[in-house]
T-cell receptor, first 113, second 113 residues
């Protein structure tokens, strides 16, 4: 069974630029999560999808971050414009249903200069 | 509001030692608790998932226990090896709200050869 795929693995941008991350969850997993992990901290949930719909985006900075999950499969997370404090690892995870075990992708390391 | 704490933040032990990592949480109303391993620059790998009705789970040299009433979980690693060096994270899934995982900040483990 293929795992959660993410791309790119690394990205360096200047502040005020925009960036997009892509995630492909495990086949058949209805729930998809995007997390932000700042160095030395645990992951923080940004947004949770159940199929196409958003279940929780309470910690998503909506003035600059957006995410979508078209057709209930792949998802993209966008930051526009980026700030220095957005430097972090962005992790995508998926689970069969909302309370089932989560499986994580390798993450995208973003550096904003 | 659920808070998750992991102590110690960092740990260095000689190879072969048995060790215990601690995770405490403030609200006992949880569906489950999951232990993860994170290698530098990588995503999270699930180690053990304990449902709220369970007391412990075992996988190889790993044993995780859960005492929901006291808000504590421990991860026991037997006969540690240099390959066990990583950051270990615990996460709890509350029974209320959107069931999103709340992560601790992790314990950085270094096993010396």
């Amino acid at each position: 069974e293929a795992g959660v795929a993410q791309s790119p693995r690394y990205k360096i941008i200047e502040k005020r630029q925009s960036v997009a991350f892509w995630c492909n969850p495990i086949s058949g997993h209805a729930t998809l999560y995007w997390y932000q992990q700042i160095l030395g901290q645990g992951p923080k949930l940004l947004i949770q999808f159940q199929n196409n719909g958003v279940v929780d985006d309470s910690q998503l900075p909506k003035d600059r971050f957006s995410a979508e999950r078209l057709k209930g499969v792949d998802s993209t997370l966008k930051i526009q414009p980026a700030k220095l404090e957005d430097s972090a690892v962005y992790l995508c995870a998926s689970s069969l249903r909302r309370i089932y075990e989560q499986y994580f992708g390798p993450g995208t390391r973003l550096t904003v200069t | 509001k659920q808070e998750v704490t992991q102590i110690p933040a960092a740990l260095s032990v000689p190879e072969g030692e048995n060790l215990v990592l601690n995770c405490s949480f403030t609200d006992s109303a949880i569906y489950n608790l999951q232990w993860f391993r994170q290698d530098p620059g990588k995503g999270l790998t699930s180690l053990l998932l304990i449902q709220s009705s369970q007391r412990e789970q075992t996988s190889g040299r790993l044993n995780a226990s859960l005492d929901k009433s006291s808000g504590r979980s421990t991860l026991y690693i037997a006969a540690s090896q240099p390959g066990d060096s990583a950051t270990y994270l615990c996460a709890v899934r509350p029974t209320s709200g959107t069931y999103k995982y709340i992560f601790g900040t992790g314990t950085r483990l270094k096993v010396l050869a």
